[in-house]
């Protein structure tokens, strides 16, 4: 006999009603969501925004990996935190947000920097990862072991009123996130927002998408960004969307890298 899927309590039903009442997601899309595991590095200015709308979405468990402490200066664009929070482990600050938003969503605190040591372990099982972080170390990293491990990544960069965003699907024929970049940048040619700043508003615009891409993958819904890059200019007020496709020298998935 053929087992029956779980059914959504009546609180579930009327916390996702306006997800169900899509056609795209309906109850097994809010079924898959809540079921899901998504990996988050970085509770910043992008993992703000992303943390809450994919918790508010009804994604089961938040994976977070972060070990920064609240600064006065973080809170012009990481709105995820609290004044009164100042100098709080901001992992501790973020699972306090979920959980009074929905506590149907679980967060996983690891409370450390993403080393390559165990960047694998803490990727694994993950249904998805949000690459929410501010320097390209650790995006080098955490992008190297999604591939590893097979868990579709969604990846942003914010800087100034500028911004970009990308998804990699590991499958025969996706570009990697090396086949865009295929090592880190030196330090002097990559500025950080310390360094030049960086309106906030722009890293909320980026880590909303993330969490759209996130579900849209999660759900199983729409097309994915795995071929395209989208680039955001605030400034300008445009969206520009530019063809990714894989580079058979890429270090991680080309020729030379199997």
């Not at 992008?46 to 994604?59: C, F, N, T």
């Not at 072991?145 to 990308?166: D, I, T």
Request: glycine share 10%.
């Amino acid at each position: 006999m053929a087992e029956t899927e779980p059914q959504l309590t009546p609180e579930a039903r009327l916390r996702y009603d306006r997800n169900i009442r899509l056609a795209q997601v309906g109850e097994a899309g809010q079924r898959r969501l809540l079921e899901s595991t998504a990996l988050v590095v970085g509770a910043g200015g992008l993992g703000s925004a992303a943390i809450l709308y994919l918790a508010a979405a009804g994604v089961g468990r938040i994976r977070l990996v972060e070990s920064d402490r609240l600064e006065l200066s973080n809170l012009n664009r990481q709105v995820l935190h609290r004044t009164a929070g100042l100098g709080r482990p901001k992992a501790e600050s973020a699972a306090e947000a979920v959980r009074g938003l929905n506590p149907d969503c679980r967060v996983d605190i690891l409370p450390e920097r993403l080393a390559a040591a165990r960047a694998r372990e803490f990727a694994r099982g993950a249904d998805v990862a949000l690459d929410c972080t501010d320097n390209f170390a650790t995006r080098f990293v955490l992008a190297d072991a999604c591939w590893a491990e097979g868990v579709p990544l969604v990846s942003a960069a914010v800087l100034r009123f500028e911004g970009q965003l990308l998804s990699v699907i590991p499958a025969e024929g996706s570009p990697c996130y090396r086949c865009l970049i295929a090592e880190p940048p030196p330090s002097e040619v990559a500025p950080t927002a310390a360094q030049v700043g960086i309106l906030g508003a722009v890293a909320g615009v980026l880590g909303t998408l993330q969490a759209v891409e996130a579900i849209k993958i999660l759900a199983r819904i729409g097309h994915n960004m795995a071929h395209r890059l989208l680039v955001y200019d605030g400034l300008e007020g445009t969206f520009r969307m530019v063809r990714r496709t894989r580079d058979p020298e890429c270090p991680m998935c080309g020729e030379s890298g199997k």
